[in-house]
Nanobody, 124 residues
Framework: VQLQASGGGLVQPGGSLRLSCAAS????????VGWFRQAPGKEREFVAT???????YYADSLKDRFTISRDAAKTTVFLQMNSVKPEDTAVYYC???????????????????WGQGTLVTVSS
């Protein structure tokens, strides 16, 4: 599956932004789809993921502000970002995999398919 991330941009602290990850060529049926982010000079970190069952998992530090969801057709996965902070500034990537086990959901190298990333800048 090919992934296309979009929705990034400049947002003020305290604002909201919704990112989208669209599947190209097929649906996300049977896939776990996750969001990761990478800030300048830092390692890529786990943000959230949604399994094919619909179960969702979050980084502990983000679960109160970010929400992952998908459309009914399973063609797009969203990341709703609320009350954003300057430290949320990063390139956000979506990723997908068909065979992740529960204990590996937060590990970027275990995802086989990646989108190109979308830049989120939180600044006044």
């Amino acid at each position: 599956v090919q992934l296309q991330a979009s929705g990034g941009g400049l947002v003020q602290p305290g604002g909201s932004l919704r990112l989208s990850c669209a599947a190209s060529g097929r649906t996300f049926n049977g896939y776990t789809v996750g969001w990761f982010r990478q800030a300048p000079g830092k390692e890529r970190e786990f943000v959230a993921t949604i399994r094919s069952t619909g179960h969702t998992y979050y980084a502990d530090s983000l679960k109160d502000r970010f929400t992952i969801s998908r459309d009914a057709a399973k063609t797009t996965v969203f990341l709703q970002m609320n009350s954003v902070k300057p430290e949320d500034t990063a390139v956000y990537y979506c990723a997908a995999d068909r065979s992740l086990i529960l204990s590996r959901l937060r590990y970027a190298p275990d995802y086989d398919h990646w989108g190109q990333g979308t830049l989120v800048t939180v600044s006044s």
